[in-house]
Nanobody, 129 residues
Framework: QVQLVESGGGLVHTGGSLRLSCAAS????????MGWFRQAPGKERDFVAG????????YYADSVKGRFTISRDNANNTVYLQMNSLRPEDTAVYSC??????????????????????WGQGAQVTVSS
């Protein structure tokens, strides 16, 4: 089992940047595929980005490609989401998620919230216009 704690959210103006962190407990972090999702008020939870266990593969929603970067530090049990060129429509609660896996899974798996087993509590990101 793993516990996830997000940090780094806040208020930023349009065009600004934020970096979210998700710290995981436990000693087997490198066995977990990780993802970031977001949920705006009154909307469904949407996939933002996902990263494989080694960090060698990353997947992004079309809406954030070229602006957001997901990365991970397995030595420090942390996954990051660097968000640049932020827009008001990026405003949401951002949550990280974890799935312990063996073997290979395609990028489509990372995009499904139901695929993940563990979730953090979320961090608010607000982008003002």
């Amino acid at each position: 089992q793993v516990q996830l704690v997000e940090s780094g959210g806040g208020l930023v103006h349009t065009g600004g940047s934020l970096r979210l962190s998700c710290a995981a407990s436990g000693r087997t972090f490198s066995s977990y595929s990780m993802g970031w999702f977001r949920q705006a008020p009154g909307k469904e939870r949407d996939f933002v980005a996902g990263i494989s266990r080694s960090g060698g593969s990353a997947y992004y929603a079309d809406s954030v490609k070229g602006r957001f970067t997901i990365s991970r530090d397995n030595a420090n049990n942390t996954v990051y989401l660097q968000m640049n060129s932020l827009r008001p429509e990026d405003t949401a609660v951002y949550s990280c998620a974890a799935k312990q896996i063996t073997g290979y899974y395609s990028g489509s798996s990372y995009q499904r919230s139901s695929w993940y087993d563990y979730w953090g509590q979320g961090a608010q990101v607000t982008v003002s216009s």
